[in-house]
């Protein structure tokens, strides 16, 4: 108690306080006489007959909740059995404000506290949170129920906090740093939770290198729910997944199915970290973790399947998506402040995970892996079992690169859209010219047909125009910005540029995923300046999931008459 008071306010939501009792350290109990429910703000007020004076104290309350059927906060989740027969588990989605719901508390990410759990659950039905079991006894009171103890937790957030009531069968291993890894199934199938633990465990080493922060609880749990809102949810230590999102049948499930789950095992994994380790100060913030976790993923993924070749999936799948979103006239800047919590599943959207996926991984580029782990490490080594803004992170990351990160990244996360680039160069391509709308700071990526997979130049685009000098480029040679399709912008080339194009595409010697980006960059052109719409649907329909590289090249022959009208931002060679 900061402030002498005779009430107390918390977050309740359809929960019926019995009793509660305030006692000060070394001074007899004084119990709460009203109750006051503010249910539209899922508040309660407990009153008290006299003053509760500066100092700490031992807050009790008795209450009654609800096992609801509203897939959030304590609920029910409905299976079958191998026999047919209809059953319930008990479990918990918590976040964003729904901790409330399963016990009164202060539910809000910034108010952190250790959490010391103990569950009375029928003996035959496996029990789970956050932490290890310390301890199984009977029930004095029922022979058919047992008590279980877990450990405590670490410093966290409510929104993080997890229990689960159920059958389930397990698979078991230990990650090579000693963390014992289970992944929970329903019952019967617990060969479908084997691809997942192989995934984790491999993972949380991965994390482990990159950040140099160790995974700090002994175990790690991830399980299986039949009736589950989300794809999942980071519960530290008890990470819970629908089960499309965590299981695999080893006979019947296809590759895209296992790279699902190997990317959601590295999303909600990435979280015990960057999430819960550091939690965001505020659900301002709530793009960053998930923005964050989306791009983290794929890296995770690329590095324990190489074969996936999973960056281009990322382009397909993330980064087109969140720019077809971001160019409408309805989309929303990155970061979004939020006021009262009920905004907060407003920005659960693509804009928040691939935008910010997408951004972050142009970050990640711009800064270089070395530095960016650095400044990771710096961040979660500073702020560990804490809150921080996204302000934060951009210090840390500006610190280990020397680089204008926080000047840079403002310009990406606080307004909505992306700049659209227009590039022209000389006949002998050793100079160019860039000009583009002056309100981002763009990092641009120039490669050429000497080396396609290495960029011959880095440059920040800070002005609205820029010449730049390449060095050493010969007349045959083709130039091209965005390597990797890794900078959020659109490029519009000169007919000349675009025409010198065309042979990196028909050999293939232009990577797939700038391809990819190329053929996007021109369809959403020509959509703008031409009623091409028919056209556009006709293409994509062959297309399909490959890119056939003579369609791309019509695509780019019949573009050339038409470059030219868009001059949102210019780039020129010479």
Same mark, same amino acid.
Request: charged share 25%; net charge negative.
């Given at each position: 108690?900061?402030?002498?008071?005779?009430?107390?306010?918390?977050?309740?939501?359809?929960?019926?306080? *019995?009793? /509660?009792?305030?006692?000060?350290?070394?001074?007899?109990?004084?119990?709460?006489?009203?109750?006051?429910?503010?249910?539209?703000?899922?508040?309660? !007020?407990?009153?008290?007959?006299?003053?509760?004076?500066?100092?700490?104290?031992?807050?009790?309350?008795?209450?009654?909740?609800?096992?609801?059927?509203? &897939?959030?906060?304590?609920?029910? $989740?409905?299976?079958? !059995?191998?026999?047919?027969?209809?059953?319930?588990?008990?479990?918990?989605?918590?976040?964003?404000?729904?901790?409330?719901?399963?016990?009164?508390?202060?539910?809000?990410?910034?108010?952190?506290?250790?959490?010391?759990? #103990?569950?009375?659950?029928?003996?035959?039905?496996?029990?789970? $949170?956050?932490?290890?079991?310390?301890?199984?006894?009977?029930?004095?009171?029922?022979?058919?129920?047992?008590?279980?103890?877990?450990?405590?937790?670490?410093? &966290?957030?409510?929104?993080?906090?997890?229990?689960?009531?159920?059958?389930?069968?397990?698979?078991?291993?230990?990650?090579?740093?000693?963390?014992?890894?289970?992944?929970?199934?329903?019952?019967?199938?617990?060969?479908?939770?084997?691809?997942?633990?192989?995934?984790?465990?491999?993972?949380?080493?991965?994390?482990?290198?990159?950040?140099?922060?160790?995974?700090?609880?002994?175990?790690?749990?991830? *399980?299986?729910?039949?009736?589950?809102?989300?794809?999942?949810?980071?519960?530290?230590?008890?990470?819970?997944?629908?089960?499309?999102?965590?299981?695999?049948?080893?006979?019947?499930?296809?590759?895209?199915?296992?790279?699902?789950?190997?990317?959601?095992?590295?999303?909600?994994?990435?979280? =015990?970290?960057?999430?819960?380790?550091?939690?965001?100060?505020?659900?301002?913030?709530?793009?960053? +973790?998930?923005?964050? /976790?989306?791009?983290?993923?794929?890296?995770?993924?690329?590095?324990?399947?190489?074969?996936?070749? *999973?960056?281009?999936?990322?382009?397909? /799948?993330?980064?087109?998506?969140?720019?077809?979103?971001?160019?409408?006239?309805?989309?929303?800047?990155?970061?979004?402040?939020?006021?009262?919590?009920?905004?907060?599943?407003?920005?659960?959207?693509? *804009?928040?995970? #691939?935008?910010?996926?997408?951004?972050?991984?142009?970050?990640?580029?711009?800064?270089?892996?070395?530095?960016?782990?650095?400044?990771?490490?710096?961040?979660?080594?500073?702020?560990?079992?804490? +809150?921080?803004?996204?302000?934060?992170?951009?210090?840390?990351?500006?610190?280990?690169?020397?680089?204008?990160?926080?000047?840079?990244?403002?310009?990406?996360?606080?307004?909505?859209?992306?700049?659209?680039?227009?590039?022209? /160069?000389? =006949?002998?391509?050793?100079?160019?010219?860039?000009?583009?709308?002056?309100?981002?700071?763009?990092?641009? !990526?120039?490669?050429?047909?000497?080396?396609?997979?290495?960029?011959?130049?880095?440059?920040?685009?800070?002005?609205?125009?820029?010449?730049?000098?390449?060095?050493?480029?010969?007349?045959?040679?083709?130039?091209? @910005?965005?390597?990797?399709?890794?900078?959020?912008?659109?490029? =519009?080339?000169?007919?000349?540029?675009?025409?010198?194009?065309?042979?990196?595409?028909?050999?293939? #010697?232009?990577?797939?995923?700038?391809?990819?980006?190329?053929?996007?960059?021109?369809?959403?052109?020509?959509?703008?300046?031409?009623?091409?719409?028919?056209?556009?649907?006709?293409?994509?329909?062959? @297309?399909?999931? !490959?890119?056939?590289?003579?369609?791309?090249?019509?695509?780019?022959?019949?573009?050339?008459?038409?470059?030219?009208?868009? #001059?949102?931002?210019?780039?020129?060679?010479?």
């Amino acid at each position: 108690v900061r402030q002498a008071t005779n009430q107390i306010v918390m977050n309740c939501a359809d929960i019926d306080i *019995i009793t /509660a009792s305030y006692a000060p350290e070394g001074d007899e109990e004084i119990h709460a006489t009203g109750f006051n429910y503010q249910n539209e703000d899922e508040k309660v !007020t407990l009153s008290f007959p006299s003053t509760l004076q500066t100092g700490t104290g031992t807050l009790k309350i008795d209450f009654v909740g609800e096992l609801n059927d509203k &897939m959030k906060g304590f609920y029910r $989740s409905k299976y079958t !059995t191998p026999s047919g027969e209809v059953r319930y588990a008990a479990v918990t989605q918590f976040e964003a404000t729904d901790a409330r719901r399963a016990f009164p508390c202060w539910d809000e990410p910034a108010i952190k506290a250790t959490f010391d759990i #103990s569950l009375v659950v029928p003996k035959d039905r496996v029990a789970l $949170s956050n932490m290890n079991v310390i301890d199984r006894k009977p029930y004095p009171d029922d022979e058919n129920l047992v008590e279980v103890k877990f450990a405590r937790t670490p410093v &966290m957030s409510t929104y993080l906090v997890a229990f689960v009531v159920g059958e389930y069968d397990f698979v078991e291993t230990r990650s090579k740093d000693g963390v014992c890894v289970r992944v929970y199934t329903p019952v019967g199938k617990a060969e479908q939770g084997k691809f997942a633990l192989e995934v984790a465990a491999k993972t949380l080493p991965f994390y482990k290198d990159y950040f140099n922060v160790p995974y700090p609880l002994p175990k790690i749990d991830l *399980i299986a729910i039949a009736d589950f809102a989300a794809g999942a949810m980071e519960n530290w230590g008890l990470v819970t997944y629908r089960e499309t999102a965590l299981l695999i049948d080893p006979k019947n499930s296809c590759s895209s199915s296992r790279q699902w789950v190997a990317l959601v095992v590295g999303h909600e994994l990435a979280h =015990q970290w960057f999430g819960n380790l550091v939690t965001m100060e505020w659900w301002t913030h709530l793009w960053l +973790n998930e923005g964050f /976790a989306s791009w983290i993923e794929y890296l995770c993924v690329d590095h324990c399947f190489p074969e996936y070749d *999973i960056w281009t999936q990322f382009v397909s /799948a993330d980064y087109t998506r969140a720019q077809e979103l971001d160019a409408l006239d309805n989309s929303h800047p990155i970061e979004v402040s939020v006021g009262h919590p009920s905004e907060v599943d407003e920005i659960f959207d693509a *804009i928040s995970y #691939s935008k910010g996926a997408s951004v972050i991984r142009m970050l990640h580029d711009y800064i270089g892996d070395k530095d960016f782990k650095k400044g990771m490490n710096m961040y979660l080594t500073k702020f560990q079992q804490k +809150n921080a803004a996204t302000e934060d992170l951009w210090e840390s990351l500006e610190n280990a690169s020397g680089k204008p990160i926080a000047a840079v990244m403002n310009t990406w996360t606080k307004q909505m859209g992306f700049p659209l680039i227009y590039v022209e /160069a000389e =006949q002998d391509k050793v100079n160019f010219q860039v000009f583009y709308c002056p309100q981002w700071m763009v990092p641009i !990526t120039i490669s050429t047909s000497e080396d396609p997979n290495q960029a011959k130049l880095k440059i920040l685009m800070d002005k609205p125009e820029m010449n730049v000098v390449l060095k050493n480029v010969k007349s045959d040679q083709w130039v091209k @910005l965005n390597l990797g399709t890794v900078g959020f912008y659109r490029t =519009q080339y000169s007919s000349a540029m675009l025409e010198s194009l065309l042979p990196g595409i028909r050999d293939l #010697s232009l990577p797939p995923v700038d391809r990819l980006g190329l053929q996007n960059d021109l369809f959403s052109l020509l959509h703008k300046q031409a009623d091409m719409q028919e056209e556009k649907n006709r293409i994509e329909r062959v @297309l399909g999931a !490959t890119l056939l590289p003579e369609l791309i090249q019509k695509v780019l022959t019949f573009a050339l008459s038409l470059t030219g009208s868009c #001059s949102h931002s210019r780039i020129k060679f010479y």
